[in-house]
């Protein structure tokens, strides 16, 4: 459990004040054997080569923050393991994002992307804390809680190959939660939902690659979610055509 | 140095965690007019937060009442808890976790539709509200895309506060480090609000993540604000050797057992205060239970010391499966061990502070118009030891309270001297300016951090001994002398956290200071503070607050009454 071993990490340079383009530079790491790719980060930058960047916080797989690509691969860091990789690692940004330096991606734009789905519980009427909680039956919450689970680590993003030629595409965690918010029985907000996803560059750009939910650390499978959304949204808008006012009569 | 850029806002909220996003919300709720600052280190969702797992404590079931939640946690607290505050807490508790109900949190459910609660320690019946075991994401992941629906609460993410701006005595707004431009910006607002956690990395080996630097606390202490009852450090009794993740509380409230080397449910058979309660007694006496079977040969070696099982086996595939699946995931990632299959190695690991910055009930410090809340503040709902599941509620009690006074405070301010304030934040901008990659060599940050930790973690333990402690000051005031020459050489702007780590040091300098002094002057044992030297409670000349003032020559301790009520200080016993 304890055994080290050396292993030389190729890690991804940047510094938009500095560099043009991305280099790399090679440092050598002595690897415990339960370490994962961010404990060699942290080392580097313990006791190698301080100006490294990198984002991390929990180290338990749940805040998001550490999401790279190791060898090709979109990894969240803390939870991959060294042990499965030979000598030499190469550590990346995670792909189709802009970077800001090193190892830092920018996110604005999936905050952007975020929003656009309503991200929360929608009502006509909103009911009062007196009132006391709604009523949710154990298999009304397993239909959304998996869609719940996303930690917008990101690695799909870094995964999906419309995301790398279309880079607005709405892509895989913020669909997953706007569908998780249509399908969770507290919610009345579907309607509006639909309508954007009905848009240009959202559910109907999926090329059904799956590469996203093969990714996910957090077993989401946004690929399911975009299926389901693209069929609720297609009887959204069948429904706003045979009933009056857009399907919200009364 | 060039011009700062200045931002104005009728509240800036320090930390984008549970409490943070809370007060945010209560504020925007309370005024449709006014505007808030969101300035956070990182981006909200990835605050500490995220990690809590077994749950939320609120009193929901009909064989449960708030008299009996408020009895528990004044008992937990070793009755330095104050009561007045701790009454508000149990009344509001259930309004809070319903309102985050409303707002989508997925709590686990009865097949009645109503929702679960399960059993935690110290907790007379079960009480603690959950989402499988990962409470605490979804709680903040509710609050964050909740408060995406609020124009009026704008973000500023991953800006590091690095000072308190103060005219006239009153606290005027922060200077923030804009980590990914270097650019120092000013927020003016007449109420500032610190929601930043705790500091759990003061000591080596802990459940937080690395951003739980203290950074709310020293910005409050450096101001002369002080800090209370900081000697109070909780150990979870429950952490990974190694790495220090926690496994939850939740573990035992399934039917979790803790065995030592010998198989033996030690818990049950040898009296270490916890009574029927058994694993399900307080987090200070389970971990001293742990400490003392290990110093007795009954621990198990390993390669990060020594640790005792914490045994699911029995509980069952489905029922881990269901309710603790993130426990499964972790065990096996981290330690290579199902929980279905195997006994979980497990030792105690500092979790959690009870102690922060000294406020009232709304949140409210001795500066004018600085609040906090949540683990930075010290509300005194927790005393000398918090009870599993009380501190997500807390974040949302009293986040929402310390939002509603902040905005009753920023209405009736004037709009404060932007000149002077300017002027401080073009100061701070020379300062960071100064020391970004100002020296190779000197101190190594790693070696300092270590040298913290090795201090902290000798002197301020499970247990505690005068000398220990004695020796833990003084070395505590050695690395912060030595980090006066700390060598910083990433001389970049761009997203430079050698510089953030270098202030998040100094913090948790500062920090670790407070909890040394305020734990040598605790000269009696009373919850987390276990002193082999004085090993008994002294309500005669303990039973009060500590607190810990900022000096340059070093701290000035006082203390204050606590709050007492209806329930009448008596042995701890379960």
């Not at chain 2, 020594?306 to 499966?321: F, M, P, Q, S």
Request: proline residues 4%.
């Amino acid at each position: 459990m304890s055994e080290t071993e050396t292993k030389t990490f190729v890690v991804t340079r940047f510094d938009p004040d500095r560099h043009a383009e991305p280099t790399t530079q090679s440092y050598e790491v002595p690897v415990r054997s339960d370490w994962k790719v961010l404990d060699a980060l942290n080392y580097i930058k313990d006791e190698i080569d301080p100006t490294l960047s990198h984002r991390w916080s929990c180290r338990m797989a749940v805040c998001g923050s550490c999401g790279m690509n190791v060898n090709g691969q979109p990894k969240l860091t803390c939870k991959d393991s060294l042990a499965q990789y030979g000598d030499s690692v190469r550590v990346e940004p995670l792909a189709n994002f802009p970077v800001i330096r090193d190892l830092v991606v920018e996110l604005e734009g999936f905050l952007e992307k975020f929003k656009q789905v309503k991200p929360w519980i929608i009502r006509a009427k909103e009911k009062a804390v007196t009132e006391g909680t709604y009523s949710q039956s154990p298999e009304e919450l397993e239909a959304f809680r998996q869609f719940s689970m996303c930690i917008n680590c990101m690695l799909c993003y870094a995964a999906c190959p419309v995301v790398a030629n279309e880079p607005d595409f709405l892509g895989p965690a913020a669909i997953a939660i706007g569908h998780r918010y249509n399908i969770d029985s507290r919610d009345e907000g579907a309607h509006e939902r639909n309508q954007v996803f009905r848009g240009e560059g959202t559910v109907f750009s999926c090329s059904y690659a799956n590469e996203c939910s093969e990714v996910c650390p957090k077993h989401v499978d946004p690929a399911a979610a975009i299926n389901q959304a693209k069929f609720m949204a297609v009887l959204d808008w069948a429904q706003s055509l045979v009933l009056p006012r857009g399907g919200e009569e009364k | 140095m060039g011009v700062v850029e200045v931002i104005r806002h009728d509240v800036v909220i320090v930390g984008g965690g549970g409490a943070g996003l809370r007060a945010a919300i209560a504020a925007v709720e309370a005024d449709p007019k006014i505007t808030i600052a969101l300035v956070s280190k990182v981006y909200p969702m990835r605050s500490h937060t995220v990690s809590a797992e077994g749950g939320a404590a609120a009193v929901a079931r009909p064989d449960d009442s708030i008299e009996m939640h408020g009895y528990d946690t004044v008992k937990g607290s070793d009755f330095l808890g104050d009561q007045d505050v701790i009454q508000y807490f149990v009344e509001e508790a259930p309004k809070e976790l319903t309102r985050l109900e409303h707002w989508g949190c997925p709590w686990s459910r009865n097949e009645d539709g109503t929702v679960a609660t399960r059993a935690f320690g110290g907790m007379t019946t079960k009480r603690t509200w959950f989402a499988a075991d990962k409470v605490g994401f979804h709680m903040l992941h509710t609050l964050f895309q909740h408060s995406l629906r609020f124009e009026r609460i704008v973000r500023y993410d991953e800006h590091f506060v690095s000072k308190l701006l103060i005219e006239n005595g009153a606290v005027r707004g922060v200077a923030a480090l804009d980590i990914r431009t270097g650019n120092v910006r000013v927020f003016i607002a007449p109420a500032v609000i610190l929601t930043t956690g705790g500091a759990g990395k003061i000591f080596p080996f802990t459940t937080n993540g690395t951003i739980k630097t203290g950074d709310g606390m020293a910005l409050a202490y450096r101001t002369g604000v002080p800090l209370k009852d900081m000697e109070f450090v909780q150990y979870h009794p429950t952490g990974l050797p190694g790495t220090g993740i926690l496994i939850t509380e939740a573990a035992r409230g399934e039917g979790g057992y803790l065995l030592n080397r010998e198989g033996e449910r030690f818990l049950t058979t040898r009296d270490y205060g916890v009574g029927q309660k058994a694993e399900l007694g307080p987090r200070d006496m389970i971990s001293r239970a742990i400490i003392q079977e290990v110093e007795a040969g009954r621990g198990i070696e390993g390669p990060y010391g020594e640790y005792v099982h914490l045994d699911l086996r029995h509980v069952g595939a489905d029922k881990i499966n269901q309710r603790l699946p993130f426990v499964r995931e972790l065990a096996k990632t981290y330690v290579g061990v199902d929980p279905v299959e195997q006994p979980i190695p497990i030792r105690p690991v500092v979790h959690y502070m009870m102690g922060g910055v000294d406020t009232n009930m709304d949140g409210a410090t001795l500066l004018p118009g600085l609040f906090a809340a949540g683990e930075t503040a010290c509300v005194s709902l927790n005393g000398a030891n918090r009870l599993g599941s009380n501190s997500l509620t807390e974040c949302l009690v009293f986040g929402a309270r310390a939002g509603q006074a902040a905005v009753k405070v920023a209405r009736g301010a004037g709009a404060g001297n932007e000149a002077v304030l300017r002027r401080q934040g073009e100061e701070e901008q020379a300062r960071l300016d100064a020391l970004r990659g100002r020296r190779k060599g000197g101190e190594r940050m790693s070696v300092l951090r270590n040298a913290m930790n090795a201090a902290m973690e000798r002197g301020c333990g499970v247990y505690r001994d005068q000398n220990g402690m004695r020796a833990t000051v003084q070395e505590i005031a050695q690395v912060k002398g030595r980090y006066a020459d700390l060598g910083l050489s990433d001389a970049s702007r761009v997203f430079n956290t050698e510089l953030v780590q270098a202030l998040e040091l100094g913090n948790m300098l500062d920090v670790a200071e407070a909890v040394a002094h305020a734990a040598l002057a605790r000269k009696e044992s009373r919850g987390a503070h276990s002193c082999r030297d004085y090993k008994t409670r002294d309500d005669q000349n303990f039973l009060h607050h500590s607190l810990v003032y900022f000096g340059a020559a070093g701290p000035r301790l006082d203390k204050k009454a606590a709050t007492l009520g209806c329930w009448v200080p008596e042995e701890r016993k379960y």
